[in-house]
């Protein structure tokens, strides 16, 4: 009966990513497109975080430092090409097939830097310090007075592919939606797997892993890369998306924001945080004609979420973890 | 046979002057101990006496103050945890240690893909894996959970859990397993059962018992020693232990409390 139920959820949650630019065009509504897309990308991010704070117990408390790093990398090789100023020697490069993959390198290089240094510590600590190195992402973002500071900085134009022309939001939204699905399963993949069988079991009881002979940390390490990684490849994403980098990609709120919908969505379902993205965004859209103040709304529902939803959407759907 | 040959064979555990204090309290107190090959060797004494300090010690959770261990001649007193348990070392916890969301059968594939330490690989799922499946079925029926391999951990009774913390012991293959109190909380047939179980893994494996239970310790121990306030103050046979006025005094006297 729930596998049931799970199937038509995601039989029927597919449906609407696949036609909501039709969807779009029949209403009319421009804008339902864009909410989509924002729904889909922020839906990596949270594929990602779930990866280590549902199945590791990992509450990274500074994610929004690989989305806003993601986002710098596609807008700074923008800045530089569009403006023929070679960056160390490098002419730059359009093509996302160059600069996407460079801008995920960069996330995965801070990550096993951030890694190493936080993952010696756990609980309480562990939060701070990845919150910590958030926020030195953050300031350096400011600061970067030539990439516009504070003010962030406007891409030209989106990154180009083969074939496909991501300038039309359709084309672009539905690639947003391909890597999201691919994703996805790429993480269901590694969560089922024997890396996955570790990963899950330091999260339930370290010390029967340790017992068993699993060091934890390059195990965690490896997960909290891969999981940076997705969340960049939403940050490269959204600079596309919006065609604009901010230092606000890289706020604590942000990184916020992600360990909410994570928890909304129901921890450690890779699903779930899909819907949750989804019931998130959509909130925040609808909340914010209402009030600018729309976290004094969002806030009381995620808590509400958290004191008794134990597992989230998923949780409320299926009843249990689907690993 | 195996008699003879334990008695000629090096220990495959040896603990020699170990100490660790906490504070004033010392825990472990000039520990020297040895088990043989295909040994059970008891390890008994009352509550506080140290006897899952030690264990601690011996699995490297702790670090000794002072002393030595050597696993299979090896001095294993620096080793890490996780190196230490690749060696072949299968542990039981006093409070029970298992992943609560895995199903029991997860959790003895768990143990047999981190014999050495587990894998990175991200592709194939373990529980596809046709071989391990069928060696931890093996494992759960022959400490009577067969039926019970798709229950998630979290939902055993308490003396099924028992029983599955040892089946992820076996699974390791180990060289050395140590069992700290398996009989803690089980109801009289169940200890009977486990009396059972631990009867029909004797001689295969070397073990440590710790364990309060005295029938069961007496009908299963080759050897039993007697931990007092850090201190072991007599080691012998059963028949040997139960004779010792200074054992008699110091803890069978009074019953010991579970
Ligand atoms: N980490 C620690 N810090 C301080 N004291 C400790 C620590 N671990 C154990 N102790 C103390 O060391 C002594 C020995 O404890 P241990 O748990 O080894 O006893 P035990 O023989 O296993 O007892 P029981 O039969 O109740 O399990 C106890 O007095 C305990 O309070
Ligand atoms: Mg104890």
């Known amino acids: 009966m729930t596998s049931r139920l799970r199937l038509a959820v995601i039989a029927g949650g597919l449906l609407f990513l696949l036609a909501a630019p039709y969807l779009a065009q029949v209403t009319g509504s421009a804008g339902l497109l864009g909410l989509a897309n924002r729904i889909a990308i922020y839906a990596i991010a949270a594929v990602s975080l779930d990866l280590i704070l549902g199945y590791g117990a990992l509450v990274s408390f500074g994610h929004a430092m690989f989305f806003g790093l993601g986002g710098y990398a596609v807008g700074i090789v ?66 970067l007075q030539s990439y516009g500071g504070d003010d962030g900085l406007l891409l030209d134009r989106r990154n180009t592919l083969p074939f496909i022309d991501l300038s039309r939001p359709t084309t672009f939204y539905y690639v947003c939606v391909a890597l999201l699905i691919g994703w996805t399963a790429f993480c269901a993949r590694v969560v089922n797997s024997r890396f996955g069988l570790v990963l899950q079991a330091l999260r339930q009881s370290e ?20 999981s940076a990684i997705g969340t960049g490849l939403a940050g490269v994403l959204w600079a596309n998306y919006a065609r604009f980098v901010s230092p606000d990609m890289a706020a604590w709120s942000k990184s916020g924001e992600f360990i909410a919908i994570v928890v909304l969505g129901g921890l450690g379902t890779l699903l779930g945080p899909i819907a949750g993205a989804a019931v998130f965004i959509a909130l925040e859209q609808i909340l914010s004609i209402w009030t600018e103040h729309w976290m004094i709304v969002m806030g009381p529902i995620l808590t509400l979420v958290a004191l008794f939803g134990r597992r989230g959407i998923a949780g409320r759907l299926f009843g249990e973890r689907n690993g | 046979m195996a008699e003879l040959s334990s008695q000629q064979q090096a220990p495959i555990l040896a603990i020699d002057g170990l100490r660790k204090a906490f504070g004033a309290l010392v825990a472990t107190d000039d520990v020297t101990l040895d088990i043989r090959a295909g040994e059970l060797h008891a390890l008994i004494g009352p509550n506080g006496a140290g006897k899952s300090t030690l264990i601690t010690q011996i699995c490297g959770e702790l670090k000794p103050d002072a002393g030595r261990i050597l696993f299979d001649g090896r001095d294993v007193t620096r080793l890490r945890p996780h190196l230490r348990s690749r060696l072949g070392l299968g542990r039981t916890f006093q409070i029970t240690q298992l992943c609560p969301d895995f199903t029991a059968i997860e959790n003895v594939l768990l143990s047999i893909e981190t014999r050495g330490g587990g894998s990175f690989d991200m592709v194939s799922n373990p529980r596809g894996n046709a071989g391990a499946i069928a060696s931890a079925r ?87 020693s007697v931990l007092v306030y850090g201190r072991v103050i007599f080691t012998g046979t059963v028949a040997e232990v139960r004779s010792d006025p200074q054992v008699r005094a110091a803890y069978l006297g009074g019953e010991p409390a579970c």
């Open chain 2, 138 to 224: 093996e494992r759960l029926a022959e400490v009577g959970l067969g039926d019970l391999a798709d229950r998630r951990a979290e939902t055993l009774a308490h003396g099924q859990r028992r029983q599955l913390e040892i089946a992820v012991a076996l699974a390791r293959e180990p060289r050395l397993l140590l069992l700290d109190e398996p009989m803690a909380g089980l109801g009289p047939e169940e200890s009977a059962a486990m009396t059972r179980l631990l009867d029909g893994l004797k001689r295969r494996y070397a073990i440590l018992l710790v364990e309060h239970d005295m029938a069961a310790v007496f009908a299963l121990a080759d050897r039993v």
């Open chain 1, 207 to 226: 010390r029967r892993a340790i017992n068993l002979g699993v060091d934890p940390f390059p195990f965690r390490l490896t997960a909290f890369i891969i």
């Open chain 1, 78 to 143: 923008a800045f530089h090409t569009g403006a023929g100023e070679p960056m160390l020697g490098w002419q730059g490069s359009n093509a996302a097939l160059i600069v996407w993959p460079l801008a995920l390198v960069a996330c995965a290089l801070l990550a096993a830097i951030v890694g190493t240094l936080s993952l010696k510590t756990s609980g309480v600590q562990f939060i701070m310090i990845t919150l910590a190195f958030a926020q030195m992402v953050f300031f350096v973002l400011v600061s």
